[in-house]
């Protein structure tokens, strides 16, 4: 979920259309995005959040615990950074964000639009509670649409220049550490073409 954001970032900034942009990322401190966002250069904001159980138990109500302090934390940086608008990544940790920003625009104390990605086929836990609440919904790929509502758009799944961008063998063996006197094959995969493969 943090590779995703970062790339919207990025293609933001760079696209020369929009002036000039501020970024906040919010996430948890246990999370990857401690280190990777950082990294890119980018302000990140922590809350607590947990990933949603479905059994009663001590972790369930840790979860609830956690879930309602990352909602009021997420109240104190919306108001610290008034955002115009939040792409939820997915993820546990968008839960009490979107919740906390859906509630602030339900007293009219922000008009920030709310857009949730989708990059999975089938979306978590999370992303599935989170859905009514948004504005629009970004899909990475197609079999994620619900019901043809009107606010899903299928846009691929945002990705880094860094990725795209052709690399020479040596250094992408260097930085992926791996043996360069292995044969390396890369597979990619996409699931109508995976089903022609197999038969041939």
Do not use: M
Not at 19 to 34: D, H, I, K, N, Q
Not at 120 to 148: I, K, M, Y
């Amino acid at each position: 979920h943090v590779y995703p954001a970062l790339a919207i970032a990025e293609a933001l900034e760079t696209s020369g259309e929009f002036g000039r942009l501020e970024f906040l990322f919010v996430g948890t401190r246990g999370g990857f995005e401690a280190k990777a966002v950082p990294r890119a250069g980018i302000p990140l904001a922590f809350i607590h959040a947990a990933p949603l159980r479905r059994a009663f138990s001590l972790s369930f109500v840790r979860t609830i615990v956690d879930n309602l302090r990352g909602f009021l934390e997420a109240f104190a940086a919306l108001h610290r950074f008034r955002p115009d608008l939040a792409i939820a990544t997915g993820g546990y940790v968008a839960l009490p964000l979107v919740a906390a920003l859906w509630c602030v625009r339900l007293f009219r104390f922000s008009r920030a639009r709310i857009v949730l990605l989708e990059p999975n086929a089938r979306a978590g836990l999370a992303n599935r509670l989170l859905r009514p609440f948004v504005d629009e919904v970004w899909l990475g790929v197609p079999s994620a649409a619900q019901r043809s509502r009107r606010n899903e758009f299928e846009t691929g799944t945002p990705v880094r220049s860094t990725i795209v961008r052709g690399r020479d063998r040596r250094s992408a063996r260097a930085e992926l550490d791996l043996d360069p006197e292995l044969t390396t094959i890369v597979v990619r995969s996409e699931e109508r073409r995976v089903g022609k493969e197999c038969r041939s």
